[in-house]
């Protein structure tokens, strides 16, 4: 089945639209592995945060990004989320994105940013990854978020490969 029609069937199928409480950004970027690896994580969350009003986006500034691309990255991370192409980098210059994975949640008015940075601890560095991720800031963000608090740690230092 066609990606569009699959698209427009999961649309239509969700029953009426619920205005999000939140949209996560998530700049990805399919040759990084980091990113690869961010998708595990991103499902588990978008599972858990989909149905409380949390719209997840993956944003691809690569300039040789096409809608093949896209669909192959969704169909090997097994990602069910909107995946959009920024050649432009409008959405990357608007949201300060820097690296790939890096997650910027934005609030209901689509103009304030609730959280910008990493989604866990599970690189230290560019090449060191840790055996066990202790922090879970972009979860603990949402959770926040959906509990009407402030987010308690609104910035952190996203790991990944440069958007260039």
Known sequence: MPLLLLLL???????????PRATVYVFLADTCPISQAATLPLRALQAQYAAQGVRFVGVFPARETTPASLAAFAKTYQLTF???????????????????????????DGRTT??????????????????????HELADALADVVAG????????????????
């Open 114 to 135: 609730l959280y910008q940075g990493r989604l866990n601890d599970a690189y230290a560095g560019l090449g060191q990854h840790r055996p066990v991720v202790r922090h």
């Open 82 to 108: 909107a995946l959009q192409a920024d050649k432009g980098h409008r959405l990357t210059r608007r949201l300060h994105a820097r690296v790939t994975p890096e997650a910027v949640v934005v609030g209901a």
């Open 9 to 19: 069937l999961r649309l239509f199928s969700a029953g009426p639209a619920m205005a």
């Open 149 to 164: 608090r402030p987010v308690a740690v609104s910035r952190t230092e996203p790991v990944g490969c440069f958007i260039e």
